[in-house]
Structures are given as C-alpha cells and as structure tokens.
C-alpha cells in the first residue's frame, strides 16, 4: 500500500508571505553569493553527445562573466538593452545569463531550432543590438543577418568561432578590470522570452528580477521541497525557453546545487543512462517525453541504477497511464505543474505534502491565488469548465511577484490578457480547467483546443490520455473535423508505438478501446496514423495544426 500523504495544503498557504527586497539581481543571487561562500562548488555538469564532460564550479561561471561583462559593455551594451543568447544547454549560456543580468540588461534566449525567419522576426521585433551565438545556430543567424539593421555585434562561442564578428574565447582573454555590477530593482526587467506563437504571431514577455522569487514557491513544492545536499538536477528542456531556464536552470543556481547541462538529442535511454551516470536527484520531464520513456523501457529499474526522487511534468497533461508508470515503475508520484511564460509555476502538486490525484493539474502553489473564470471574469461554480486565471493578490492581499511586466511593444494584447480593475485583476491563461471541490484542477485543454460535437463540449486530453494506455500507441492528438450533421466529429492523430504498424483493423481496436473506457460521444470517429505530431519547441502539441489542415480539407472537397 503508498505511504498515506498528510495533507499539509492549507498550513502551507497560511503561513506563506513574500519577501521581495526593492532591488534584487538574479545575477547576484544565482551566482556571485556562491562564487563568495562556496567557489569551489560544482554548478554545471556538462556533456556533450559524443561522451566528452567537463565540471564547471560557481567560481568559474562568476569569473567568466566578470569578463563577458566587461566586453559587452566595451561592445555598447547598456542598462536596458537587449542581447540574444543563441545557444543549448552549456557552460557559456549560463556565463552569457550572468553578464547580462549583471549589466542590467535583458537576456533573450532563442532556441537553436529557430531558423532564419524565426530568428529574424525575434531580434528586429525585440531591437536586440548584439547576440552570442554557437555552433547549433551561427549559420542561421548569418542567413538572417542582412535583414536585421540594429544587430551590430555576433559573438561567436564555441564551434561558431572565427564565423562572427568576434570570438568569446579572445573577449574573455582580453576583458579589462571587472566593472561595478549595476544595482536594479526587483521590478526592472531581465528577460524577454517569446511565447511559441500557436495563436497568432509571437508576443516578447518580458520578466522581471523578481519573476524568479515569483516561481520559487513551485519550483520548491514540485520537486519535493527542493534543495537536499546532494540533489543534482536535469531536465532535456531548452534553457531558451521558460520550462528550461525558469523552472530548471535558475532555480537550481539559486539554491546552490548542481545542474546537468546535456548537448546533444533527447532519446529515452539516452536520458535513463544521463541520469544514473550523475545520479540526477531532481528532474523536469515533459509528458512527450515520459510517454516516450514509458513506452521504449517500461521497466528502466532494471536496467539503469536511478536515484530520482522528484519529477515535476508540465506543458500538457499527464494523464494516469503516465502517472502510473512513473509511481510504479520509477518509484516517484509525478507531480503535474501548470504555467505559462507570462505567469509561471502557480499550479501544482507537491507529493510528500499534499495528496497527489492522478490526471490532475494540481493546487494553486502557495502564493498565488487561482480561479476558473467564466466570459465576465466571475469564479466558476465548483465543477463547471472555465479559464484557469491568476489574481494580481494573493490570498493574503500580497501582490504576487510571478506576474510578467507586459508584452514587449503590445500595450494592447497586454490590456487583453487581464480582467478586472488594475488592482484587482485576473490574468487569464487561456486554458480551461475545472476545480473540484477540493482546490485541485483538472485540464481540459487550451480554452481554443475544446470543442463541441453533436452537441457535447469535448476536451481532447482525457481522449488522448485513453490511447496512449493502449499498447500500439505511442502519442496522440484529438481534434475536431468539421461534419454537417453534428458540427463536428472526433478525431485522433495517432503516433504508433515502435513494432506496431498502420491498418483499418488497428484503428477498429483503439476506436473499441475509447468506446469502453469513456463515454460514448468521446470515442474517436476517425482514426489518421501519422509519423509525428506538430510540435512547439516547448513539446507542446501543436493542435491547432491539425485542426486548421481538417478545415482545409473540408474546403477542398
């Protein structure tokens, strides 16, 4: 029988206050107090793909970005300016973050996948003057160069060296005395992340200093009242997006402890093997990437020598076949958190401490106080579907540092994300849950994902969730495809499991499969077998692809 949980939910809000100082530096906080209490302390285990590793100590980061520091200010970076960090998870990211923060700056990571157009959209949208690039992006950044006017510096890193304007290893050498780091405020902004853009063009949400205390509250609960002395954490997520570098990369640095950086392509066993070699503690899995592990090793204990004592999983949902294996097979109770770039880590389970209910997205963590709104911003009676939102207060009256400063240059989509008076507004996320009784969430899925067919409201997550227990199936999408009789019907996109193969007898089987565990109406009418599922690069299913390529059909007949 599992340990019984005692639910110390209500406790933990109750006693909560934030502390937020008036000036605060992430730089400071993540990196220079350590580099004085404890240099020789490792920070980052870096791998690369082909084997190759090499520890780096808080000493080492803090030094090194002394110098960066110094160059980029010697370049023209000032207090407020922009700078695009180009490059995967390594010791130079982290380096290139401190600077820029310590310049009082604004870091904005882009991901090595952004081809050229991506890359461009976001640094003429963003102004960015200067970007430190590696091997993974230099030859996009150079395609994308000539139409962007205001990028007067490439730092090349790495294997991009002698391909830019200058090279990181020579600025480093070359450096002069340190300068004096810049003091900012809490509410000064540090970074501008662009949100994935499945609904419209990409927004710059810029985040202040003090969004990091604003995720820390989650960050601790997700992972199991993180930090132990020997916790060692790792995550495949992209430190150029949120989930890797505000729910992974910072919150580890803050507490002191130990971050694996690995370059190279997440694969299953790659990931296993990662972490029994460095006996990862700590980790943050998407969904994606857990059904993918569940169904390559369905027992990896006994092949791999794991220490895993936290899992926090985010992006989608997980579903209880998912939670299952990972309780079972790994010996850990997931713990589901949702957020979003704007608003990060306000929901959330946190096992030891509060029951953990499989399927669920979890409580509002201690801090922020979150509803489900219906069209007129009023709280949802307990049951019924709305938007997942996010009060400026918290429940003690405090104002809740998490919040983002705005959209970059969108006063108006900014305007629209909130409801309310300005101090006494809810952010709305878009995505439509329900909360039970008891305070826990339940996905539906992206408020645009949900869809009526004959005449039921359909969330795709439960549908979804379904297939992946069948065996053959390895991921799915549902989506609604436009029929006149009933408005619409279900359909599911289906990823196959590897030994299994596409056929109308399949399709029977995991058609009988829904059928008999839902209701009747969820069931998939139609069944499309397909080698991947568009995806962001967050690892978020990207189903509004799907359903506008449906739309499209229906007009093409």
Avoid at 131 to 146: F, H, M, Q, S
Avoid at 311 to 316: D, L
Avoid at 443 to 454: I, P
């Amino acid at each position: 029988m599992p340990e019984r949980v005692v639910d110390r939910y209500a406790e933990l809000h109750a006693g909560f206050r934030w502390h937020v100082p008036e000036l605060f530096n992430i730089a400071e906080v993540c990196c220079t107090r350590w580099a004085r209490q404890t240099p020789q302390v490792v920070a980052i285990r870096y791998e690369r793909e082909d084997g190759s590793r090499r520890d780096y100590t808080y000493g080492e980061i803090d030094a090194a970005a002394d110098r960066l520091a110094t160059a980029l200010r010697a370049l023209g970076v000032e207090r407020g300016d922009r700078v695009a960090i180009v490059m995967p998870q390594r010791f130079e990211t982290a380096v290139a973050h401190v600077a820029i923060y310590r310049l009082g700056a604004v870091a904005m990571p882009l991901s090595m996948l952004f081809g050229p157009d991506a890359l461009e959209y976001r640094i003429n949208d963003s102004g960015a003057r200067l970007a430190l690039v590696d091997e993974t992006g230099i030859a996009n950044v150079r395609e994308a160069r000539p139409l962007c006017p205001q990028l007067a510096t490439v730092i090349a890193v790495g294997g991009a060296e002698g391909r830019g304007d200058a090279d990181l290893s020579a600025l480093l050498a070359g450096a002069g005395d340190a300068i004096e780091p810049v003091a900012t405020r809490a509410d000064d902004a540090a970074v501008l992340i662009y949100t994935s853009g499945t609904t419209g063009p990409p927004k710059g949400a810029l985040i202040a200093h003090r969004g990091l205390i604003g995720n820390l509250p989650g960050f601790v609960c997700s992972q199991n009242w993180f930090p132990q002395d020997d916790a060692v954490f790792w995550s495949p997520a992209d430190w150029a997006w949120t989930g890797g570098l505000m729910d992974a990369l910072l919150p580890t640095l803050y507490f002191g402890r130990e971050i694996v950086a690995y370059q190279g392509r997440f694969a299953p066993e790659t990931a296993f093997a990662l972490m029994a070699r460095h006996r990862v503690t700590h980790t943050f899995l998407f969904p994606t990437a857990l059904k993918a592990m569940m169904k390559a090793l369905p027992e990896p204990r006994a092949r791999f020598a794991l220490k895993l004592r936290a899992i926090m999983s985010a992006g989608e949902a997980v579903g209880d076949a998912v939670f299952a294996w990972c309780r079972e097979r790994l010996g850990v109770v997931p713990n589901e958190m949702f957020g979003q770039t704007e608003i990060n880590y306000i929901v959330g389970n946190c096992a030891p401490l509060w029951p953990a209910r499989a399927g669920s997205m979890g409580r509002p963590y201690p801090g922020h106080r979150v509803a489900v709104i219906d069209d007129a911003g009023h709280e949802c009676a307990r049951g019924t579907p709305g938007d997942v939102a996010l009060h400026r207060r918290d429940v003690h009256g405090q104002l809740d540092p998490v919040f983002f400063l705005g959209y970059w240059k969108r006063d108006d989509a900014t305007a629209a994300k909130f409801t309310g008076d300005a101090g006494d507004s809810w952010c709305r996320t878009g995505d439509s849950a329900v909360m039970d009784e008891a305070g826990y969430l339940w996905y539906q899925g992206r408020s645009d994902d949900v869809f009526k067919a004959a005449g039921y409201r359909i969330g795709p997550s439960e549908i979804e969730n379904c297939l992946v227990k069948h065996a053959a199936v390895a991921n799915a999408a549902v989506v609604p495809k436009p029929d006149a009789e009933r408005g619409a019907l279900v359909k599911a996109y289906v990823v196959l499991a590897p030994g299994y193969a596409p056929s109308r007898e399949l399709a029977h089987e995991l058609q009988a499969h829904v059928r008999g565990k839902l209701a009747p109406y969820e069931y998939p009418k139609e069944i499309e077998f397909i080698d991947a599922l568009p995806m962001t690069t967050t690892g978020k299913v990207q189903r509004r692809v799907l359903r506008l390529q449906e739309e499209e059909r229906v007009r093409a007949r």
